[in-house]
């Protein structure tokens, strides 16, 4: 269904984000460690939508791959997601540039002010995560391009914040780049909610897990298409010595595993094994392998199952235009509705 049906009105509303995406229907993939691959980045642009690759922990050489092969398969824009705390994250900057990537998301921490100047210099768009209004204003301050509100509704790592409250308190202040809306949505009628609150889209990730051109493991893929939004869980901190950012995954063996972890860890540290960098570190890692373990092997009892709460909106396996084919025709007959 085209967005045409109701005459300009979604074309209006998030013209804003066509026009720096580049693309159709300005809804952006969220970056999942090993489900935002080439696959489905290529799906969800060609779709009309803007894919995104999450490099995660990707050498280089990985990533270079990685987006090679994902030009094989689109011709439409794309972006790349970098993880600022990466320690080659200059190196996979100079890779994005090579490759003429036309988007790039900075993600899990504040980028600095030389990764944001290095990739506008190259011609690339600048996205941010910006988790409060002071720190939205001052991304903007140091280039970005535009940003992306996340709320704790959200799969993986999630912030304290949820996404309506942060939505009423950026949107209608920023007004100099465009804003992109993430956590908790999965159907059209939140997308226009948000957009005529003045978003310029919204990002998606976990309505799209379970998209035909998903690579994730069919047990995975299972897994979101049983749950609800009540066994999406975020996982706790267990102490402030040790500030490990939540994870929001659904309920299994494998979160009571990552909870082991950390007493481990901090074990080890009041003992004087470890270091606390280190100790910090091997919490953090935890989730890399336990993610990999569910999404690619199909272990969904021990491994990880970061999924956001929209997770019950998930109920079947579709193709990825379907996916956004849908939320544009729910997008327009809640517009139709509020026109009658």
């Not at 490759?99 to 996205?127: D, F, M, R, Y």
Request: proline letters at 4%; hydrophobic letters at 45%.
């Amino acid at each position: 269904m085209n967005d045409s049906i109701i005459p300009g009105h979604l074309t209006d509303l998030w013209a804003k984000g066509k026009e720096f995406l580049g693309c159709e229907h300005a809804i952006m993939c969220g970056a999942m460690t090993w489900v935002s691959e080439r696959h489905l980045v290529s799906a969800i642009s060609n779709a009309g939508g803007f894919g995104v690759i999450a490099c995660g922990s990707m050498t280089p050489d990985l990533l270079d791959t990685e987006i090679k092969a994902t030009a094989e398969l689109t011709i439409k824009p794309y972006g790349v997601n970098l993880i600022t705390m990466h320690p080659d994250l200059d190196e996979l900057i100079q890779v994005c540039l090579s490759n003429a990537v036309s988007h790039v998301v900075l993600a899990g921490g504040l980028p600095s002010s030389a990764s944001i100047k290095t990739l506008k210099e190259g011609g690339v768009q600048v996205v941010c995560f910006a988790p409060a209004l002071v720190i939205a204003k001052r991304l903007i301050k140091l280039g970005a391009d535009a940003l992306v509100i996340e709320g704790s509704e959200a799969g993986g790592h999630i912030g304290p914040v949820s996404t309506s409250v942060l939505a009423q308190e950026i949107l209608p202040v920023i007004k100099d780049v465009p804003i992109f809306v993430a956590g908790g949505i999965g159907r059209g009628e939140a997308i226009v909610n948000y957009l005529e609150m003045g978003a310029a889209g919204v990002q998606m990730g976990t309505r799209f897990v379970c998209a035909h051109e998903s690579i994730a493991h069919p047990n995975f893929k299972k897994a979101f298409v049983r749950g609800n939004a009540r066994d999406a869980m975020p996982t706790v901190q267990i102490d402030k010595r040790f500030p490990v950012i939540p994870v929001r995954a659904l309920s299994n063996a494998g979160t009571e595993e990552f909870m082991n972890t950390q007493r481990a860890m901090i074990e080890k540290f009041v003992a004087g094994e470890i270091e606390q960098g280190a100790a910090q570190l091997e919490i953090e890692h935890f989730w890399a392998g336990a993610l990999r373990k569910a999404v690619i092997d199909g272990d969904v009892e021990r491994g990880s199952l970061m999924a956001g709460q929209s997770v019950g909106m998930v109920t079947k396996e579709q193709s990825t235009e379907d996916i956004i084919g849908e939320l544009v025709a729910q997008a327009n007959a809640a517009l139709r509705k509020r026109n009658h």
